[in-house]
C-alpha cells in the first residue's frame, strides 16, 4: 500500500487532536474541579488545615507560609466536594476537615470569634498586621458551616462547626451603628469603612442576622445602599467593583427564584451583572484589544503584570491590557452557563500551554504580552470549584442552606419565592 502523503497525515493528525481535545461541560468543570481542588490540599498545613493565600501554579512547594481565612473557607467547601466526588481518599478529607475545625475552635487566634485576614499558616499567628476581618471570617464561615452539614453523621465536625459560629460576636462588629464594620485593628481599633454598599456583603450580613448567640437587627439588611447602575441597556444593582462580589455571596447562599423585602431577585441580579461584564469585553474594551471576543472575556480582582487589583468592569478600572482571569467567568457558570462555558472551553482547548498548569487554570495571563502569572490566588481558584460543583448538582447551595440559622435569617428577612 502507498504510504499517505505527508499533508494528508498532517491534516488527519490535527483533526485528531482537536476531536480528543473536545471535552463536554461536565468533562472539562471535573478536569477543573479535580485539579483545582489539589490546591486546597497540597498547599494548607496538614496539621493546622490554613490553606494559603497563595502557591505557585506549577505545584511546586514554595517557601511562602501565609494563609488567608477566606481560602480556608473556600477550601473548606472544596474538600466536601472532594468527598462526594471521591476525588481523594474520603478518610483522609474528613480527618483533615475534622483537624481544620479543632484547630480553629481551639487554637487560632480570635477577637469576639472574628479571625485576622492573614495568618502564619503554621502557627495561626496574624501576619503582616492584616486586620481582624468581617468579611474574610464570613467567607471562611462559609465553609465552616458547609462542612457542618455535609459532614453531620461526625458529631466532631457538626458541633464545631456550630461553636465557632456561633462565637462569632456580630453584634460588636456593628460598632453600635446600623451596618458592619469592615474590620478591627487592635492598634488602632474599627476601622473607618463599613459594609453600607451592595457587593459580597450578603453572605455576611445573613450570617450575622441569623446568630443566635450575636445577632444584628434584622432591619440591618436594609441599611445598606443597593446602587442602580447601567451599562449597555442592563440595568442593575451595582457599585464600580470588579465581578468577584457578584460571585462570592451566591457560592453558598441559594438565592434562585427568590426576593427579598425589596422585591430585588438577586441571582437574577448577578445574571445580569455577568451579561454586563461580558459585554464589557467583547463590546467596549474590544476596540482595544481585539483578542477579546466571545469566547475570550473577563477580568476580576486577581494578580496582574503590576500587582495585585481590582481590575475590570463596567465602568472600567485598573490598567487592562489584553489580559484575562478565568475566574471572572469561572464564578459566573451558574448564572449564564453558556457564556462562561464558552470562555472556559475555549481557555482549556486553545490557551493549555499559556494558561493550564497543576491547579488547573492560572490566575492570570495575557496572550498578547506572554504574560503569565505564576501564581494562583486561593480565593480564585476557590470560586471556580464552587460555582462548578452548583452548576453541576447544587451541592454548595444544598448543603450550606440546610443550615436552620441561614435559613431562619432569610425567612426573618423577608426572603419569599418569587411565584408567591
Ligand atoms: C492546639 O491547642 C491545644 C490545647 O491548647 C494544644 O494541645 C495543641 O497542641 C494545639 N495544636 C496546635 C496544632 O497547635
Ligand atoms: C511562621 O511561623 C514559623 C514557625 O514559627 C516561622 O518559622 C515563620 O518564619 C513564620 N512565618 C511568617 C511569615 O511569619
Ligand atoms: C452519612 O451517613 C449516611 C448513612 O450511613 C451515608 O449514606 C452518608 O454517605 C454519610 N455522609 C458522609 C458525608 O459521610
Ligand atoms: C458541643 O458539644 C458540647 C460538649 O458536648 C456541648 O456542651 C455543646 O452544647 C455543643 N454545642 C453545640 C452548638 O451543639
Ligand atoms: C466604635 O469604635 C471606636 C474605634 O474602635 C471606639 O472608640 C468606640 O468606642 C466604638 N463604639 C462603640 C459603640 O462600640
Ligand atoms: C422591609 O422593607 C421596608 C421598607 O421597604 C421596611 O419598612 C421594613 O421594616 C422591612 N422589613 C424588615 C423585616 O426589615
Ligand atoms: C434605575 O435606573 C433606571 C434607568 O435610569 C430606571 O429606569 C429605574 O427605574 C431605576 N431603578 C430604581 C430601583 O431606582
Ligand atoms: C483605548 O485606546 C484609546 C485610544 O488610544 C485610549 O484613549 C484609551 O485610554 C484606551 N483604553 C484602554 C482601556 O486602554
Ligand atoms: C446553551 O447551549 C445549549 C447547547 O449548545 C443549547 O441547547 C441551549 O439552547 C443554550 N441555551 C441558551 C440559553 O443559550
Partial sequence: ???????????????????????????LLDEVERASIKFFWEQADPITGQVKDRGLASGENDP?????VAATGFGLTALAIAHEREYMDRAAIEARVQGTLEYIYYNLTHVNGF???FINMTTGERVWNSELSSIDTALMMGGVLTV???????????NLSQEIYQRVDYEWMLNGTDVLNMGWNPETGFLNDWWNRYCELMILVIQAIGSPTHPIPVTSWNAFSRPNF??????????PTPIFVHQYAHAWIDFRNQVDNFTIDYFENSVKAT??????????MSTNFT???????????????????????????????????PCAAGGSV????????????NLRDNYADQAWTHYGFVDAFNPVTGWTDPDVIGIDVGITVLMAENYRTEFVWKHYMQDPHVRRAMDAIGFVNKDQ
Fill in 115 to 117: 479571625y485576622y485576614h
Fill in 64 to 68: 511562602r507560609d501565609i494563609a488567608s
Fill in 230 to 239: 447601567t451599562y449597555a441597556g442592563i440595568n442593575y444593582i451595582h457599585f
Fill in 1 to 27: 500500500m502507498r504510504q499517505l502523503p505527508l499533508a494528508i497525515l498532517f491534516v488527519v493528525g490535527i483533526v485528531c487532536c482537536k476531536l480528543a481535545e473536545s471535552r463536554t461541560d461536565e468533562e
Fill in 148 to 158: 457542618g452539614q455535609y459532614f453531620k453523621n461526625n458529631s466532631v465536625i457538626g
Fill in 275 to 284: 451579561r454586563a461584564t461580558k459585554l464589557f469585553f467583547t463590546q467596549e
Fill in 334 to 345: 451558574p448564572f449564564l452557563p453558556n457564556d462562561t462555558l464558552a470562555v472556559l472551553h
Fill in 291 to 325: 483578542n477579546y471576543g466571545d469566547n475570550f472575556w473577563g477580568l476580576t480582582a486577581s494578580d496582574t503584570p503590576y500587582g495585585y487589583d481590582a481590575w475590570g468592569g463596567p465602568p472600567l478600572q485598573g490598567k487592562i491590557d489584553g489580559s484575562i482571569v
